[in-house]
């Protein structure tokens, strides 16, 4: 049984910074993958950056550059930073969780997931 928790959103002006946080309940034993997904109204939900078991980090072409996903084993918390914000990020960021090898940004490889934090960029 797992729960995540979503921290860390905001508001926040063009080329801002922010910070979101997901913590997790209980991480299952095995190989685990965790991501980050976002939502915009209107539009379906998107992969953003992705961490494998092993450490290896896949990101969304538009957050590449801009996005840093990490974590802490040992606080079972994941991170991602965003810098240099546009108002096209603007949407609802979601942590989830999966298992497996290899998960990257596939959606129906998670299947715990967060309730959501909202970012808002403004110009």
């Known amino acids: 049984q797992v729960q995540l928790v979503e921290s860390g959103g905001g508001s926040v002006q063009t080329g801002g910074s922010l910070s979101l946080s997901c913590a997790a309940s209980t991480i299952p034993y095995g190989s685990v993958c965790m991501a980050w997904f976002r939502q915009a109204p209107g539009k379906e939900r998107e992969g953003v950056a992705s961490?494998?078991?092993?450490?290896?980090?896949t990101y969304a072409d538009s957050a590449k550059g801009r996005f840093t996903i990490s974590e802490d084993n040992a606080k079972n918390i994941l991170y991602l930073e965003l810098n240099s914000l546009k108002t096209e990020d603007t949407g609802v960021y979601s942590c989830?969780?999966?298992?497996?090898?290899?998960?990257?940004?596939?959606?129906?490889?998670?299947?715990?997931w967060g309730q959501g934090a909202q970012v808002t960029v403004s110009s």
């Open positions: 961490i494998e078991s092993d450490g290896t980090t």
């Open positions: 989830a969780l999966g298992s497996g090898r290899k998960c990257g940004l596939f959606d129906p490889a998670y299947l715990h």
